[in-house]
């Protein structure tokens, strides 16, 4: 087990060689990588084995060692180590959470085939966080006020008069799940290293460790709980009632502050089989190649638009062999590309959508040349089918206290 540094001048190259080693860690002979216009140098440290007694040791000299500036982690053993250790328990917790949210939800029949409720299972930890713990409503009636002037004692105010009700308060209101509750955030940050593998400390290993026994007891516990109290559900009904509601009532509020309502961008997913045939390829590409001005329209709108894509297969429609054709045209253009890659306005439409373009145009796109679209004789579509990779690099929560000193790289 090691770790490699890539080391750009002497001074560091000179720190590293007086280093004084833990135990049992060896040092390399220094290699060179003659970069043009200069020379950098090839260092590393190593442990025998590939034990997390050696991970620790690799992580403590790595923080003593720590040069953002000067020097680049070319192999980072000790993290490895710690992210394939965590991992399976990352999985365990996951399952669990969202066996737990199910069962949740699931106390009223009616909430089973419901479209929002479903739409849970596929966000991302990230998403699903926002969807479970933040209050849209609440955050609207905050938001609307401080566009205006006002004091610290009026907002105190305003937040204290407000109430605030979330999708976790309801489905979970006894306090068992108190550490899965409070730990949420902080194994957001540290799975998120784990599956990019980005630097972990050895702290935060022993905080993820910690978190993830806790919660995965817990939500085992209630699991167990729930499924041998034949009441439960009948007690809980209301409180599921209640959740789903408020999960509508969120999309509901990011389709609004998109400039349009959750019945207008249905409405849009609305399509029929036989669109294809009036599609002309030619016509999409060319809107494709017009589209450039529309990432900078929507840009402020990226964490709404990825919640859009989350719900997409709710409201999607049939794809068909022909519009899958036509609309690769549109993944041929550089322009489109990038707005794909970014999870921008496209998400809009999962699997395929039609599109009332006037109507789209004056809620969402109103600063865009629109004008290619007469081509497909007022009928445009597009589609996209965005792969369900993690996005979640996204949001990275703080850096824990003994890993302040070491690299987030």
């Given amino acids: 087990m090691r770790i490699t540094y890539l080391i750009k001048n002497d001074e560091v190259k000179d ?76 999985a365990e917790y996951e399952r669990e959470l969202r066996r737990a949210i199910t069962l949740a939800t699931c106390a009223e029949q009616d909430n089973f085939d419901d479209g929002f409720v479903l739409s849970l299972e596929r966000l991302t930890l990230r998403e699903l966080g926002e969807q479970l713990f933040y209050d849209r409503s609440f955050q609207d009636k905050i938001k609307g006020v401080v ?16 109430d605030e009700n979330t999708v976790w308060a309801n489905l979970f209101t006894d306090g068992s799940l108190a550490s899965v509750f409070e730990n949420y955030w902080v194994l957001y940050d540290i799975r998120n290293r784990v599956m990019h593998q980005r630097l972990i400390s050895a702290g935060q290993y022993d905080r993820a460790r910690k978190a993830l026994r806790e919660s995965i007891d817990e939500l085992n516990a209630y699991a167990e709980r729930v499924l041998s109290d034949v009441s439960y559900p009948k007690r809980h009904a209301e409180r599921a009632v209640n959740a789903a509601k408020l999960i509508r009532e969120n999309y509901e509020s990011m389709f609004q502050n998109l400039g349009g309502s959750l019945e207008r961008f249905a409405a849009i997913a609305n399509v029929t089989q036989g669109l294809s045939s009036k599609i002309d390829a030619s016509g999409l590409a060319s809107l494709a190649t017009q589209m450039a001005g529309v990432q900078e329209a929507i840009g402020a709108n990226q964490a709404l638009m990825d919640s859009v894509r989350s719900i997409s297969d709710t409201i999607g429609a049939v794809q068909t062999p022909g519009l899958t054709s036509a609309l690769e045209a549109i993944g ?8 794909i890659s970014e999870g921008s306005l496209a998400e809009l439409a999962r699997p395929a959508v039609s599109v009332d373009w006037p109507a789209l145009q004056a809620s969402v796109l109103s600063n865009v040349d629109t004008s290619a679209f007469s081509s497909l004789g007022g009928v445009g579509a597009f589609a996209i089918d965005k792969s369900d990779a993690d996005d979640e690099t996204s949001k990275e929560g703080p850096v824990e206290d003994d890993a302040k000193s070491e690299a987030s790289s």
């Avoid at 590293?16 to 060179?32: A, H, I, Q, Y």
């Avoid at 041929?332 to 707005?339: D, I, P, T, V, Y």
């Fill in 332 to 339: 041929q253009q550089s322009q489109l590309q990038k707005l």
């Fill in 15 to 90: 720190r590293f060689l007086k280093e004084e080693l833990p135990v049992k860690v060896t040092r390399s002979d220094v290699g060179t990588y003659d970069a043009d216009d200069g020379k950098l140098y090839v260092l590393s440290f190593s442990v025998e084995g590939f034990a997390i007694a050696g991970a620790r040791t690799l992580a403590g000299l790595r923080r003593k060692l720590h040069d953002d500036t000067n020097t680049r982690l070319l192999v980072d053993d000790a993290s490895l180590k710690f992210a394939v250790t965590l991992y399976p328990h990352f």
């Fill in 147 to 162: 566009k205006k002037p006002f004091t610290k004692d009026e907002l105190n105010e305003l937040i204290a008069r407000a």
